[in-house]
Every structure is written in structure tokens, then in C-alpha cells.
């Protein structure tokens, strides 16, 4: 081997080894660390309107008695918050910063100080956002979708200044993404160890690199459409407003064009990383590797033509709406298909139920959910009387929540050794995923029902709609806001464990789980460079318990 | 940074060079954004058809016409600087590349007045739709335009000092493109107005 | 020499375009609505392609770059067709959609700049009217409410505040 890293022969202050630092490492710790503040403030603004919404008008601990506009601006930036400030930076950035070099055997990102502008620019909006909170009129309230008029025009809105924060500050994630993208699919064309083939890189790489594709390629149209949008507010053009030949279901069909997209560019990561776990901790090659491969294309390039289910009732054309509904539900096909296959990866290994693989499982299980009651969402008729009521809800958090935090904690627990050098504690780890698998279906199984009954989600407190407010129902809202208190005090824990095994945990050593892809060859941490010396592939990356080898693992540079 | 390049940006594993990957996906990322700005824009322009044809014949075309002549000939300097680039010609690359620069500052000003114009006809971002999109689609062009020369810029004095020679074909390949976003916005704005 | 074959390619690729660019002109000299268009956008595609093949240099890189700008492109074209039947024309067999068709057509042709800027004013207004106070709120919205009745059930004429 001729490749040497040059690690540590220079001084770092405080601020080029935290702050300034091109460490992809660094970088995806940041990160994480502001996605992680980013969820608190999501899941505090949840439990604000929770509680607004089992206690109408009582004084909600912590916050004061909530106002019209206030719970509006709440549920719209929790909405944002928890995808554009806590699902992309964590799964799509920390995770692809941190296990890109690592996994794929190089000692960086191909851009390092551009990967830094990227977080810069991600913090800025990120600032952006949480300044909008404060200026008059308070934060956006248009919900995350902006449709306008209510985002474009400030006499509906009424938030003047916090729509054009607001969209300003998606407007320039977007950018901190599009560089980040760059850098990742780049990095995993060019920078292979050498050895490292197609069909050795690990699946986790692939999810990331397909969905910062996805992410890229549909992001486009939106950031023009943004473009409009922030005009519309601040100059008076009419690019959404019909009556004087602009249209709004322009900006609808902008914002899905990459909001749908979106969905898969945040899942692909989350079942990368379960794919990991579950082949490591059931100790078994992957089952058809190719065939998770090409489904996650055929995911991918579908994903691009269902946008429009979210617009059933937006006054589109029904002929489009019947072709909608074809794709949309061809969709569930490649995504069923990964999980048949983690399913008979389980079948006959020998499995291991720590606390990642048992997240692992708890993705599949509850996604799984998600994924069923799609079906009813994706069909056109059923949509109709489904639309915008509690069951939507209850729908996508079923898919994000186990996307945005069951999948961050499969990744968290099982690359946390290798991040900071320690093991998490297995028994406050066990006691965080009970308490949030159990409280977490304890919110939203009610909803269902509550979007059965034809609750619809925007309703602030029921004063002014007696008819539809269900005294049977508020029960059903009472229980899914305790459920919530549960879920956020079982948070606890896990914030215990993370900190204090930092310092307290069991020293990990290189590889604790006896896994085969090469982030377990280098150090833990890694160094700055990551190897000492650059790692060499010989073979793909889940040859578990391979017959006739006394070793049950096989890392994936060890010649021969 | 004290240390130099990491070994990930050295490899290549796909025979293209890192920079130029990467410029290719920032091209593609670029067609989607200046592609979905002009697929809103026809769905509305064929949507009104007489009005904003009525419109776009207030277009100043001899403005278009010389900006479409200033930016291929801009292209073919930078085109020049890289093969000069290429040949280690240093001098010789620093000079086509400030005549590229040139040839985007003179787009600007024509462009410039030419807005002038038309604002003070009453033509303004907010008259009509169609006066929307053409000024917003030739505003993220001018401003791919002006990013383009204060990249070029510095690449510039990279080049005379003979350092990062490659970086002369990346900006050109960026250049380029911007030559071909306005190859499709002189006919969309100008030319289709009746 | 290799050396002045590529300049003399470039400068000739440069003037094929420049002699199509006069062309796609000339083409629209006589006013033919569809000889206008077909000529300006194919040429245009041709000098895209003549661009993008000698001066990006695509015709020597690998091919799937080209696959890679040919599905971002067609990726667009889908995108057009999907969202033509909701946005590209205001007419069904049921249905029609006249206000906007109105009003476009009053705004249209002479560029009345102080429309834009009247109704942006009165937005701002509006919403910090409502965060001070309650009853300013309240009329700002009963306004604007017959503001858009008027918009939208008047065809030809504009809106009042026009």
C-alpha cells in the first residue's frame, strides 16, 4: 500500500477542531447535534398543541394559553422542524458524513471544505427558522406545505415577516443539501477503496447516494418555485394568485414534485441503516443483495410519479388522479419487496435482540403500518373522505416517525461505538425503546380512529364547531396527548445514555459487534484520516457466518 | 487547512476527475431548477397564449439578439483558455479567460439597460405574469452569470500563477451551461411573441 | 499540428452557431406562427447539442453523462405533461374557469406597475394590523373579503383597487 494518511502532525485550537473543523467526521457530529436540538424543539412544540388540543384554552405548563395563530405556527414548523431540520440533516447528513468515508475506505469527503459550507449554510437556516419564531406577527402559521394563498399573501397569512423567514430558510437548506448531495454522490463514485466494486459497497451507501440523487433531481423545481413564492410575499408579483393570471395549484404541484420524493429521500437512509443492523445482528448475508439494489431504483424513479395523490381533492384534473392512484400504489410494491427480504435475511440466523437490532425490528413492524394505511390515502375515492382528517395524520407519522426516529436510533445505538469510542448501556437503552415503541402507538392508533370518525387535523379548539367535536371523542384526544408526555419522558433515558456512556460506557475497541464493512477496521473514533493505513476490499460486505469458516464474520479487507 | 488534498479527492474511481464529476451533478441539479422554473412558465404561457404574446412583443429583441452573440462568444474564449490551459499556455489562459469575463460584463450592462428600459415603459416585475417570469428566469440567469465571473476571477490568477490548471475546464464547463440556459430563454422571451 | 485543429474546430463550431442564430432570426422575419417556433426551438436544440457536445466536451466524456442530462431533461418533459391538464388551459368540457382569463387580459398589454404595489402595501398593513389588534383585524378582513368577491365575479372590469 502506498496511500498514507497524515494524521495528527498539526495543533488544533478549540475552534478548527469544532467549529471550523473540514473532519467529516466533525461535520456530521454537528450535524447530529443540531438535528438532536432541532427534535427538541419540534417535540416541545408537539407537546404544546397536544395539550391545547386535550385541554382547549387551559394554560398549557411551560408555555401560557395558546392562541389561534400561535397553534397554527406551532403545527406548521413542527411539521418543518421535523423534516427539514431533524429527518435530513441526521439521516441524510450526519449519517452520510460520518459512514461515507468510513464504509467506503477513504479518508474524506472528495470536498471537505465544501462540506463545511454546507453546514454553515445549514446552521444559517436553521438560525433563520428559529428567528422567525420571534419577529411580529409571529412564525409562519400556512402549514409546512405553504399552500398559497396562504403563504403568499400576508393579509391571509397574517405572519408578514415569518413566511418570508420561513421560506427563506427552507430555501437555504435546499442549498446546504444540494452542496452536501454533491459532495456525497461524488465522494461514493470516485473515492472507493481500491477493490470496492458496484455490488460491495454497503447498502447503507447506496440508500444515501440514492437519495441525495433524489433529493437533487426534484429539489430543482421547488427552489424555483420558492423563488416565486418569496417574490409573491415581498415584491407583489402574482405567480400563485389566479386573479390576477398567476395559479395556485402551480405551487402545489412544485411543492409534491419534491415533496414525495422527499419521502423516500429520508426512508432510503433509515432502511439502509436497519439493513446493517439486521444482517449484523442476525449474523446472515443479506438476502439478494441486487434485488434490494434494483428495487431501491425502481423505488427511486417511481417515487418521481405519484406526487399528485396529495392533491386528490385539490381540483386536478380526475384523469390524472386515476394515474396517480396506479403508480402510487405500484410504489408499496418495491417497498414490500425490502421488507420480504429483511424478513428472510431473519429466517434462520441466529439473532441477536440488543438494542439496535430490536429498533431495527421496530422500523419494519411499525413502517409497515404506515405503509398499509397508505393504500387507503393513495386511492383516489377513499381519499376523498379521508383527506385532511387525523387518519392522513396518524398515516405519515407512521412513516416518519419510524423513519425520523426509530431508524436516527438503529443508527445511533449501532454506530455509537464507533462515534465515540464507547457502548451505550444496553439496559437504559432497552427501557428507551419500550417506552417509546409502546407510547408511540399509543398516540397514533387513536388518531386513526379520530380520523375515522372525520376529525379533521386543522381544527384548533372546538368552540366554534360544536357539531363536529365528538364529546366521545375527547377521550380518545386525552389519551393520545398522555401518550405523548410518555413518549417525550421516555426520551429521557436515552439522553442519559447517550452522555454518560460518552465518558462512563464499556470501551468498545474496533469492532464491537463483529461486523464485516470497513468503518469497523479503523480506530474507535476514528482518527483524523480514519485508517492508518488504507484499506483494501476483497469481497461484498454481509458475508455472515460463511460455511467452512470458523469465524462467523468476514471483513470485507481481509485477503483471502 | 496546514495539510493538502485528502487521498479521497486524489481517486477516481469512474475515470472522470473529482471536479469535473461534481460539475457534471451540479449541472444536473442546475437543469431541474432552471427546468422547473420554464416548465411553470409554459404551462401558464400556453395557457395565455394572446395575452402574454401580446406581451412578449414589448421584448427589446436587438438586445437579446446581441447578448445571444456576446455569450457564444464568450463561450469560445473560455473554450480557447482551457485548450490554452491545457498546453500549460498560462499567459494566454489568464487573458481568454478575462475576455470571457469581459463578455459577461458587457451581457450585464446590455442586459441592464435593457431592463432600465422597460421599467421605465411601465414594464415591471409586477405588470404582469409574464413580465414575472421574465424577470425572474433572467435574473437567476444574470446571477448564474455574475457567479460565473467572480469564480472566473479567481481562477484566473490561480491559472497565471500556473496552480489548479484543471479548475480553467470546470469554470468552462459551468460557463457553457449558462450559455445554453440562454440559448433557451432568448427564443422562450423573445422570439416566440406573437 | 493537433494544436491549431482544436482552435480552428472551436472557432468554426462558433460560427455554426452564430449562422444558426441568424436563422432562427430570419425565420421569424415573415410571421409565421409555427415556422417562428419550430425553427427558434429546434435550432436552439441543435446549438444546445453543438454546445454541449464540442465545447463541454460531452462527446469524449462517458456516455452516462449524457444519459444523466437526458433524464433530468425528460424527467421535466413528464413533469410538463403530468401537471398540463391542471395548469395549461382554463377550458374543460364542464367547466370554465373565467376570472383569472379576465383579469389577465385587463393587466395584460399595459403594464400598470401600480396594481403590483397597491396590493403588496396593503398586505403588509393587514397583517400587522391583526397582531396589535383585534378590531383593526376584523375590518381588514371584511375588506379584503369583498376586495376578492369583486376579483373574482367581475369579469372585465379589474379589481377596485385598480
Not at chain 1, 400556512?142 to 405572519?159: C, D, I, M, R
Not at chain 1, 398515516?395 to 451505550?424: D, L, N
Not at chain 3, 418533459?77 to 398540463?84: C, P, Q, R, S, T
Amino acid at each position: 500500500m502506498s496511500e498514507h494518511t497524515d494524521n495528527g502532525h498539526h495543533e488544533e485550537t478549540f475552534l478548527s477542531k469544532y467549529v471550523f473543523s473540514t473532519d467529516h467526521k466533525m461535520i456530521a457530529m454537528q450535524y447530529m447535534f443540531t438535528g438532536m436540538i432541532m427534535a427538541i424543539i419540534g417535540g416541545y412544540f408537539a407537546y404544546v398543541f397536544r395539550m391545547q388540543l386535550a385541554h382547549p384554552g387551559e394554560i398549557v405548563p411551560f408555555f401560557g394559553t395558546v392562541g389561534p395563530g400561535q397553534y397554527n405556527a406551532l403545527v406548521t414548523n413542527h411539521g418543518t422542524i421535523m423534516i427539514f431540520w431533524v429527518a435530513m440533516p441526521v439521516l441524510i447528513a450526519a449519517f452520510g458524513n460520518f459512514l461515507i468515508p468510513l464504509m467506503i475506505g477513504c479518508d474524506d469527503m472528495v470536498f471537505p471544505r465544501i462540506n463545511r459550507l454546507s453546514y454553515q449554510i445549514f446552521l444559517i437556516s436553521a438560525i433563520v427558522l428559529i428567528a422567525s419564531f420571534f419577529v411580529q406577527g409571529g412564525g409562519f402559521s400556512g402549514a409546512w406545505t405553504a399552500y398559497p394563498p396562504l403563504s403568499s399573501q400576508a393579509k391571509y397569512s397574517l405572519t408578514p415577516l415569518g413566511s418570508t423567514l420561513w421560506i427563506t430558510a427552507v430555501a437555504l437548506e435546499f442549498v446546504a443539501f444540494l452542496l452536501g448531495g454533491i459532495n456525497f454522490i461524488t465522494t461514493v463514485m470516485n473515492s472507493r477503496a481500491p477493490g470496492m466494486k458496484m455490488f460491495d459497497i454497503p447498502i447503507v451507501i447506496w440508500m444515501i447516494v440514492i437519495a441525495s440523487i433524489l433529493f437533487m433531481l426534484s429539489v430543482g423545481p421547488l427552489i424555483a418555485g420558492a423563488v416565486m413564492l418569496l417574490f409573491d410575499q415581498t415584491v407583489g408579483t402574482a405567480f400563485y394568485d389566479p386573479t390576477r393570471g398567476g395559479d395556485p395549484i402551480l405551487w402545489q404541484h412544485l411543492f409534491w414534485f419534491f415533496g414525495h420524493p422527499e419521502v423516500y429521500v429520508v426512508l432510503l437512509p433509515a432502511v439502509g441503516a436497519v439493513v446493517e443492523v439486521i444482517c449484523v445482528f442476525s449474523r446472515k448475508k443479506l438476502f439478494a443483495y441486487k434485488i434490494v439494489l434494483y428495487t431501491t431504483f425502481a423505488t427511486g424513479i417511481l417515487s418521481f410519479f405519484v406526487w399528485a395523490h396529495h392533491q386528490f381533492i385539490a381540483g386536478i384534473d380526475p384523469r390524472m388522479a386515476n394515474v396517480f392512484t396506479v403508480t402510487t400504489l405500484l410504489i408499496s410494491v418495491p417497498i414490500a419487496e425490502m421488507c420480504f427480504v429483511i424478513i428472510a435475511t431473519l429466517y434462520g440466523g441466529s439473532i441477536r435482540l440488543k438494542t439496535p437490532m430490536l429498533f431495527a425490528l421496530a422500523f419494519m413492524a411499525e413502517f409497515l403500518i404506515g405503509g398499509v394505511t397508505g393504500i387507503y390515502l393513495g386511492a383516489s375515492g377513499s381519499d376523498i373522505y379521508l383527506h385532511d382528517t387525523y387518519f392522513v395524520l396518524a398515516h405519515f407519522h407512521y412513516t416518519f416517525f419510524p423513519i425520523a426516529i426509530i431508524g436516527v436510533f438503529t443508527g445511533i445505538y449501532y454506530w455509537y461505538p464507533k462515534m465515540f469510542g464507547r457502548m451505550m448501556n444496553e439496559f437504559l437503552g432497552k427501557l428507551h425503546f419500550w417506552g417509546t415503541i409502546i407510547s408511540f402507538n399509543c398516540i397514533f392508533i387513536p388518531l386513526f380512529f379520530l380520523g375515522l370518525a372525520g376529525q379533521h387535523r386543522r381544527i384548533y379548539n372546538y368552540n366554534n364547531f360544536p357539531d363536529l367535536s365528538g364529546e366521545h371523542l375527547q377521550d380518545t384526544r386525552v389519551f393520545a396527548t398522555r401518550a405523548l408526555l410518555v413518549l417525550l419522558l421516555f426520551q429521557i433515558p436515552f439522553i442519559i445514555n447517550f452522555f454518560m456512556s460518552m465518558k462512563f460506557g464499556k470501551v468498545a475497541g474496533k469492532n464491537p459487534w463483529k461486523a464485516n464493512t470497513l468503518e469497523w477496521v479503523a480506530d474507535s473514533p476514528a482518527p483524523h484520516g480514519n485508517f492508518e493505513e488504507m484499506p483494501e476490499v476483497y469481497r461484498g460486505p454481509y458475508e455472515y457466518s460463511v460455511p467452512g469458516r470458523e469465524d462467523d464474520h468476514w471483513p470485507q479487507n481481509e485477503p483471502g | 487547512m496546514a495539510h493538502g488534498k485528502p487521498i479521497a479527492t486524489t481517486r477516481s474511481a469512474t475515470g472522470i476527475p473529482t471536479g469535473k464529476l461534481a460539475v457534471w451533478w451540479v449541472i444536473a441539479s442546475e437543469i431541474v431548477i432552471f427546468g422547473g422554473l420554464l416548465v411553470s412558465y409554459l404551462l401558464l404561457r400556453v395557457r395565455y397564449w394572446d395575452e402574454w404574446g401580446e406581451a412578449a412583443a414589448h421584448t427589446n429583441v436587438w438586445c437579446g439578439l446581441i447578448n445571444t452573440i456576446v455569450l457564444l462568444t464568450s463561450s469560445l474564449f473560455i473554450v480557447l483558455a482551457h485548450h490554452a490551459a491545457e498546453h500549460n499556455d498560462t499567459k494566454k489562459a489568464f487573458r481568454y479567460i478575462w475576455y470571457t469575463i469581459a463578455g459577461g460584463a458587457i451581457f450585464l450592462c446590455v442586459k441592464g439597460w435593457e431592463w432600465n428600459n422597460e421599467i421605465s415603459h411601465g414594464y415591471t416585475i409586477t405588470a404582469n405574469t409574464f413580465w414575472s417570469f421574465y424577470y425572474v428566469a433572467c435574473g437567476l440567469h444574470g446571477l448564474h452569470v455574475i457567479g460565473g465571473m467572480v469564480i472566473m476571477g479567481i481562477i484566473s490568477f490561480q491559472a497565471r500563477a500556473g496552480k489548479e490548471l484543471h479548475r480553467v475546464e470546470l469554470i468552462g464547463i459551468y460557463w457553457h451551461f449558462v450559455d445554453v440556459v440562454w440559448i433557451f430563454l432568448f427564443p422562450l422571451m423573445y422570439l416566440a411573441n406573437q | 499540428m493537433s494544436d491549431d485543429h482544436h482552435v480552428k474546430r472551436y472557432i468554426k463550431i462558433w460560427l455554426w452557431l452564430l449562422g444558426l442564430f441568424v436563422l432562427s432570426l430570419l425565420a421569424a422575419i415573415p410571421g409565421m406562427l409555427i415556422l417562428t417556433l419550430v425553427s427558434a426551438f429546434a435550432i436552439a436544440l441543435v446549438k444546445a447539442g453543438m454546445v454541449t457536445a464540442w465545447f463541454m466536451h460531452l462527446n469524449t466524456e462517458k456516455r452516462y453523462i449524457w444519459y444523466l442530462f437526458f433524464s433530468c431533461l425528460a424527467l421535466m418533459g413528464l413533469f410538463y405533461m403530468a401537471i398540463f391538464p391542471d395548469l395549461g388551459r382554463m377550458e374543460g368540457t364542464n367547466w370554465v374557469n373565467t376570472a383569472p382569463h379576465g383579469v389577465a387580459k385587463a393587466v395584460g398589454g399595459h403594464g400598470d406597475d401600480a396594481d403590483g404595489d397597491d396590493v403588496h402595501g396593503e398586505d403588509v398593513h393587514d397583517g400587522a394590523g391583526h397582531a396589535t389588534s383585534e378590531h383593526t383585524d376584523e375590518s381588514g378582513a371584511d375588506h379584503d373579503e369583498s376586495d376578492e368577491d369583486a376579483a373574482a365575479h367581475s369579469d372585465d372590469a379589474k379589481a377596485p383597487s385598480n
